[in-house]
C-alpha cells in the first residue's frame, strides 16, 4: 500500500474551533483507515512518501496513536517503509529522528539511498524498496538521480540483492518525496529534491511510490509512477476523494495500481453558471441540491470497493457566478445565512461557503450594443477586439502593466498573449453591462 503527504495535527488554522477539531481528528481517521485496508488485503508493507506529519506540530497523543497504528502493522508481520519528506524531515533533531518506532518500521531519513528485501510471512522474498529522504525542510538537490539503477545491497538480516536478480527486477520499488518537474499542481508546491520523468525511469524499478504533490495522478507510465495525492484534503483547492493506492502484481508480472477512498471529510466546490431563471430563493435552494446530487453520485463511482467506508461528510463551497435576477438579495447577508444552513441541514455538510462576489444583475448587453452611450462604444470596442488583431495589441501595449499579465507567462508568444487576452473577454460584455447600467431598485 501507497500513501503520502498524512500531514498528521495540521493546525487548520483559518476555520473555526469545531471544524478544525473535525478536520484533525478526519487525519487520524483516514490514516486509521489506511492501517485496517493494509490488513484487510495483507499487504506486503506499507510505503509512506513523506510529510506523515508537520515536524514539531505533532502532539503527544498523535505520536502515541501513530505508533499504535505501525504496531498494529507489525502484530501482523507487515512492514513499513517511511521516506521523509519536507514537513517531516529526518536529520537527528528534527522529530521523525526522536519518535520510537515499532521494528516493522524502515525508516529513510536522508539523501543517501538505501534498499531493503520485503518478505511474505514465510520470510521468502517478494521484492525490493529502495528508498532516501529529506535530512531538512529545503532539499534542493535532485535525489532522484542518487538512486542505483538496480539494488546493489539490501540491507536486511544482511541479505544480497544479486541472486534474486529477476525478482528484483519485477518488484522493486523506489520510495521518494519529490517534486517531478511534469506533474500537475507543481507550480503551487515547493521544488523539493527535484527531478524529471526520465530520472525516473532510467533507474529501471517496476514501481516509484512519490509524494509531496497533493494531487493524485500518475506521472510515468513505464514504469509506473504515482504520487496518491493526501489521504485527507486540506482546503478548498484540494477537493474530491482522497486516499492511498493499492498495488498488486501478479504472477505474470503485470502491476495494477488501485485507489482507496479514505478520507472522512470531503471538501467540495460547486460553481453554478447558468442562474437567469433563478427568479426566488428557493428555487436557487433547489438548483444547489441538484449539483450537489451530481456531486454526491461523481464521488459514489469514484468510491473502491475496497474503500473502509462509501461514507463521508462534506465541507462545501459554492460559487454563484453571471447573471442572476435575485443579485440583491443575495447581497443580504442574512438571506445568505438562511441559505447557509438550509444547504448544511439538507447534505448534512460540516460547513458551507456560498461565494456571491461574480454575481451581477440579469441584463443583456445585446440591448445596449447601440445607442449614443459610452456603453455602446465600450461593446463595440470589445467586440471588436475579439477579431481584430492589431486592435487587441495596441489596447495590451497601451493600457496593460508593463511588467506583464497577471496569468499569463511572460516569455508567451504574440498569439499566445491574443488567445489569453480573448478568454478574458469572453462573457466580459454582460459584467461591464451590469456594473454600469443604473440599478432601477437602488
Not at 515499532?102 to 525490493?128: H, I, K, S
Not at 507510465?221 to 483547492?237: L, T
Not at 508568444?413 to 453591462?433: H, I, M, P, S
Amino acid at each position: 500500500m501507497h500513501l503520502a503527504d498524512v500531514h498528521l495535527d495540521t493546525p487548520f488554522v483559518s476555520r473555526d474551533e469545531a471544524l478544525r477539531r473535525r478536520l484533525q481528528e478526519s487525519v487520524r481517521e483516514a490514516f486509521g483507515r489506511a492501517v485496517d485496508l493494509a490488513l484487510e488485503n495483507r499487504a506486503h508493507a506499507l510505503l509512506i512518501a513523506g510529510d506523515l506529519f508537520d515536524n514539531n506540530r505533532l502532539t503527544f497523543n498523535t505520536e502515541k496513536f501513530l505508533v499504535e497504528q505501525l504496531s498494529r502493522l507489525n502484530e501482523a508481520g507487515i512492514k513499513v517503509y517511511y521516506a521523509t519528506g519536507n514537513h517531516d524531515p529526518g536529520r537527528g533533531n528534527y522529530r521523525a529522528h526522536r519518535i520510537p518506532w515499532p521494528p516493522n518500521v524502515y525508516l529513510f531519513t536522508d539523501a543517501f539511498p538505501r534498499t531493503y528485501a520485503v518478505t511474505d510471512r514465510d520470510g521468502e522474498v517478494v521484492g525490493y524498496v529502495t528508498g532516501a529522504g529529506h535530512a531538512t525542510p529545503a532539499e534542493s538537490a535532485n535525489i532522484a538521480a542518487m538512486f542505483p539503477p538496480e539494488p546493489s545491497c539490501v540491507e536486511d538480516n544482511g541479505s544480497r540483492a544479486g541472486s534474486q536478480r529477476g525478482s528484483c527486477y519485477a518488484c522493486h520499488v523506489g520510495l521518494l518525496h519529490t517534486w517531478v518537474e511534469t506533474a500537475r499542481g507543481g507550480e503551487t508546491h515547493d521544488r523539493y529534491a527535484p527531478c524529471t520523468p526520465l530520472d525516473l525511469a532510467k533507474k529501471g524499478y517496476r514501481y516509484w511510490a512519490l509524494g509531496h504533490i497533493h494531487g493524485r495522478q500518475q506521472v510515468l507510465d513505464e514504469p509506473q509512477a504515482h504520487y496518491p495525492g493526501n489521504i485527507q484534503g486540506r482546503s478548498p483547492r484540494e477537493t474530491g476523494p482522497k486516499g492511498a493506492l493499492l498495488i498488486e502484481v501478479d504472477e505474470s508480472g503485470v502491476l495494477r495500481a488501485e485507489f482507496c477512498p479514505l478520507s472522512p471529510v470531503i471538501w467540495g466546490t460547486m460553481t453554478l453558471e447558468d442562474l437567469t431563471r433563478v427568479d426566488s430563493l428557493f428555487s436557487l435552494h433547489d438548483v444547489i441540491m441538484m449539483e450537489f446530487d451530481r456531486l454526491l453520485s461523481g464521488y459514489r463511482i469514484a468510491t473502491s470497493p475496497r474503500a473502509a467506508s462509501p461514507d463521508a461528510e462534506w465541507i462545501l463551497r459554492i460559487i454563484l457566478k453571471g447573471r442572476c435576477p435575485i443579485y440583491r438579495d443575495l447581497s443580504d447577508e442574512d438571506n445568505l445565512e438562511a441559505l447557509r444552513e438550509e444547504v448544511a441541514d439538507l447534505t448534512g455538510a460540516l460547513h458551507v461557503e456560498i461565494k456571491v462576489e461574480s454575481l451581477y444583475r440579469a441584463v443583456r448587453w445585446e440591448d445596449y450594443a447601440e445607442g449614443p452611450h459610452v456603453l455602446a462604444s465600450l461593446v463595440s470596442l470589445m467586440e471588436q477586439a475579439k477579431r481584430d488583431d492589431d486592435l487587441l495589441d495596441r489596447i495590451a501595449s497601451e493600457y496593460l502593466s508593463a511588467s506583464g499579465i497577471a496569468g499569463l507567462e511572460p516569455k508567451a508568444t504574440a498569439e499566445e498573449r491574443r488567445r489569453y487576452l480573448r478568454e478574458l473577454l469572453d462573457g466580459l460584455e454582460d459584467e461591464a453591462v451590469a456594473r454600469m447600467v443604473v440599478d432601477d431598485a437602488s
